[in-house]
Structure formats: structure tokens, C-alpha cells
């Protein structure tokens, strides 16, 4: 009997020490959440422990795109935008997204992300939300100071409940690809060797520089995002930008660190590691690289991650956004970035639109949402449009299986059965959610198909 005991107690003690060993995941609610930076390739917190960010993205908040938005534009919104200040001016347009961004994502939905596990939310921007023009003029408040309330209140929401916010800006001034989700197709001047280039680039510094001095010392902050997939999609281009990419990556990277030389910045180099320089080529610290996976086999997404592996780059990686398209399986993907030790944010928490409340793309999502007509409804129509209707708790949306499946990996859970079997075999969760999981793999097959037919109407895939 004392041996079973003196068995016992050295059992707990064993397992205290293994759980006290563990990368921490999350805060809870009301904590505070203590500053990030990394140290090789973990990211680690203001005591030394480990931290492995797991989450979504608030996608379409900022930035819409029409797939999965209450809008119809495949160019992007750019056009929508223009359009609505021909009929009703800058500032009733601007009023009427800010309306958007208020009832698409709210407390609910960081409520909602916590309750799933998640400790990080990856916030989507556009310069639009901030600036009236491309060349940098600022939305100011009463006090005349630059107006960041929709970003302060970001940060509050993540605050409450325990959750990390990485600002992303996804649309630049100038376009940084050729892709709608940057706010115009076809459109990339960002980079380009002109007057007008160099102009953008300015204006991209500046908007950093204002946005990394506000929140300076901000600790819910994980990381700042200087630019979503550049030249990530420009498959219609002939020329390389990638050295004045690499140069004004830089220059950012430096911008920012004049004024707040804390915070961890995170570099994308989307498709594969070779596609941004190195740390060493610049002397950059505390960053992050992050990539975006969307294959459509597990062999394909392993050989990403060995890339990842073998890059030799002594910095953390990131999978900023990634969806198991064509073939992929959800379990393969969620236990080779665990097991891996790579932080995730899923792309994306919320859809409106065709099958939406069924699709994994979305953690929720509704197919009742009925799309603005920006050219002929009237201003309250819009208003009304763009108002409660879009809320997450007003009845039209639900939650979809995915978000269920994916709860089972938000605290490091690997899989290791989908991970000899490559997906095959798939043990995570309940058998009822596989069995939900195997009829959503389906709908991913069919939603990869109707994205490729998107793409070559749009020409995008051409």
C-alpha cells in the first residue's frame, strides 16, 4: 500500500514538473498579458516562458473580400469604395464602413475565440480605415489626434479576454501584389522604380512609424505585420521587385524601431522562406517569419515545413494563414504545426455567403446575409445592410463543425496517427466530429474548386 502511495506521489510530482515544462498558450481572462519577443526560434514572454500563438483571423474586417463579404466587386474594394464617395461624399463613406466594422466583428467574437482555446487574433487592416487618400492624410478625432479608436478598442476586447492581437496591414497604399484582398486587382505599384512608387513607400513608413508610436509599450500587442503577401500573388508580372521588397522591408523594420524598439515584427515570406532575406542580411532581431499555406496535399505542406526546418534562419515561424484546400486534411495540418512548435492563426473566424455556415474556411458563418448593391441602394439601405444584421450573435450565423475540430488543437495537441498516415487516419476529437470533419473535407474539395473558378474568371489564375 506504501508503495502505491510513494508510486502516486512521484507520479504527480513528475507530471507537475511536465505541465510547469509547457509552452504557455493563454492568459486568462482580465490577466495581463506580459510583452513578447523571441529569443532563436521560440517566442517567448517577459519571464522567459515559452509562447505558442494559436488562433484566427478577423478577416474581412478591415478589408473585405467579396467571397466571403456582404459585397459583390472581384477587382476589390477599393472600386466599392470610390464609388460610394462618388454618391455620398468621404466622410458619410467612411461612417458607413466604420458601421461595417462595428457589427461584423464584436465582443461576441473575441468571446467567441477565446471560448475555442485560441490566445491570438490576427487583425486584418486597410490604410483606407485610417487614411482618406493614398497619400497619407490622417482621420483625426475631435483633439485632432490621429484617430486609432477602432484599434484601441481592438486591443481593450483582446485585453478582457486573454488574447494577443497581431496588427496585419493587409491593403498598403500603392498595392503590395496584384490581389484583390490588397484592395485592387492587378493594380501594384508599391514597388515600383517611379516618383510614384517612392511616394507610396513614404506613406506605407509613416503610417508604421504612427502606429507603432501610439502603441509602444502596449503589451496585448504580439506583433506588427508590416505587409499581407507582397508580391505574394502577382502572377501576371514579368519583372522581379524582390530586391526594392527586401530594401523597404527594411526600411520599415527600421522606422519602426526608432520609436518602439520592443515589439516583435513579423516578416512574410509567404510561399517559402527564400522569398525575404534573412536575418543576418540586415541585422534584424526580435522577428518573426511567417509563411501562408494553401496546398492541396499533406506531402506538399510537409515539404513546406521542411523548408521551414532547413532554412537555417534562427527565428520563429509563423503560419499567418493556411486552409486545408483540395486533398489537405484539417488533423495533418493543426499536428504537424504543433508538433512542430509553429504558432497559427486560421484563416478565416467568419463568412457570409454560399454554404458559408457550413464551409471550414470560417469558424462561423452564415448563408442568409444579403450583399450591398453599392451602386444603387440607397444610404439607409446600405446602413442597414452594413448594421446588426452582420452581428455574430443576432441568430443568422452559427457555428461551423470546423470550429469545433479545431478547438481540439488550440492548446498543442498533435494528431500523431494523421501524422504516419498523412491524414489518412484521423484520431482527434470525437467520432462524431471525424465523421463531421470527413463530410467537411468534401465540402473544402468542392469550395477548392469553386475557388479555382473564381480565379479564372477573375483572370487571377491565369
Not at 509613416?206 to 500587442?221: L, M, N, P, R, S
Request: charged share 25%; aromatic share 14%; glycine share 8%.
Amino acid at each position: 500500500m506504501k508503495k502505491s502511495v510513494k508510486r502516486l506521489i512521484c507520479a504527480l510530482i513528475a507530471l507537475i514538473m511536465a505541465l510547469s515544462a509547457l509552452p504557455v498558450f493563454a492568459a486568462s481572462a482580465g490577466d495581463t498579458l506580459p510583452l513578447l519577443h523571441t529569443e532563436g526560434e521560440k517566442i517567448l514572454d517577459s519571464s522567459g516562458k515559452e509562447v505558442v500563438l494559436r488562433g484566427t483571423n478577423f478577416g474581412g474586417w478591415g478589408i473585405m473580400e467579396d467571397w466571403f463579404c456582404p459585397y459583390t466587386n472581384p477587382a476589390g474594394e477599393e472600386q466599392v469604395f470610390q464609388t460610394l464617395v462618388s454618391r455620398f461624399g468621404l466622410e458619410k463613406t467612411h461612417e458607413l464602413f466604420k458601421t461595417y466594422r462595428s457589427n461584423w466583428i464584436t465582443e461576441t467574437d473575441y468571446k467567441n475565440v477565446a471560448a475555442l482555446g485560441m490566445n491570438v487574433i490576427r487583425l486584418p487592416i486597410w490604410y483606407r480605415n485610417f487614411q482618406s487618400d493614398d497619400n497619407g492624410t490622417w482621420y483625426r478625432d475631435e483633439n485632432g489626434n490621429i484617430d486609432f479608436s477602432e484599434l484601441d478598442e481592438a486591443v481593450a476586447l483582446c485585453k478582457k479576454y486573454g488574447l494577443y492581437l497581431i496588427i496585419d496591414l493587409h491593403g498598403l497604399p500603392g498595392y503590395q501584389n496584384d490581389y484583390d484582398h490588397c484592395g485592387q486587382s492587378k493594380s501594384m505599384s508599391l514597388f515600383d522604380d517611379t516618383d510614384k512608387g517612392r511616394r507610396y513607400r513614404e506613406v506605407v513608413i509613416d503610417f508604421w512609424t504612427e502606429v507603432a508610436k501610439h502603441y509602444a509599450g502596449e503589451t496585448a500587442i504580439a506583433m506588427y505585420d508590416l505587409m499581407n503577401e507582397p508580391l505574394g500573388t502577382n502572377i501576371t508580372r514579368e519583372g522581379s521587385f524582390q530586391q526594392t521588397f527586401w530594401d523597404f522591408s527594411n526600411d520599415i523594420y527600421n522606422a519602426v524601431r526608432k520609436v518602439d524598439p520592443d515589439h516583435i515584427i513579423t516578416m512574410e515570406a509567404i510561399w517559402d522562406p527564400s522569398a525575404i532575406a534573412s536575418p543576418d542580411v540586415y541585422g534584424w532581431k526580435n522577428i518573426v517569419y511567417q509563411e501562408h499555406l494553401y496546398d492541396i496535399t499533406n506531402f506538399t505542406i510537409l515539404r513546406k515545413v521542411n523548408e521551414i526546418r532547413d532554412a537555417g534562419y534562427n527565428a520563429p515561424f509563423y503560419i499567418g494563414e493556411f486552409y486545408p484546400r483540395g486533398l489537405t486534411t484539417f488533423g495533418y495540418l493543426f499536428s504537424i504545426f504543433n508538433k512542430r512548435g509553429y504558432s497559427w492563426t486560421t484563416w478565416t473566424y467568419k463568412g457570409a455567403g454560399p454554404d458559408a455556415d457550413t464551409s471550414p474556411w470560417f469558424l462561423y458563418g452564415s448563408s442568409d446575409i444579403e450583399k450591398i448593391d453599392y451602386e444603387k441602394d440607397d444610404y439607409d439601405t446600405l446602413l442597414k445592410k452594413f448594421g446588426e444584421c452582420l452581428r455574430t450573435d443576432v441568430g443568422k450565423f452559427s457555428k461551423t463543425n470546423f470550429a469545433d475540430y479545431a478547438a481540439n488543437f488550440t492548446g498543442g495537441y498533435s494528431d500523431y496517427m494523421s501524422l504516419l498516415t498523412f491524414g489518412l487516419i484521423d484520431t482527434a476529437g470525437t467520432q462524431e466530429q471525424r465523421q463531421k470533419m470527413n463530410s467537411e473535407k468534401m465540402n473544402a474539395v468542392k469550395t477548392t474548386i469553386l475557388d479555382w473558378l473564381r480565379k479564372l474568371k477573375t483572370g487571377d489564375l491565369l
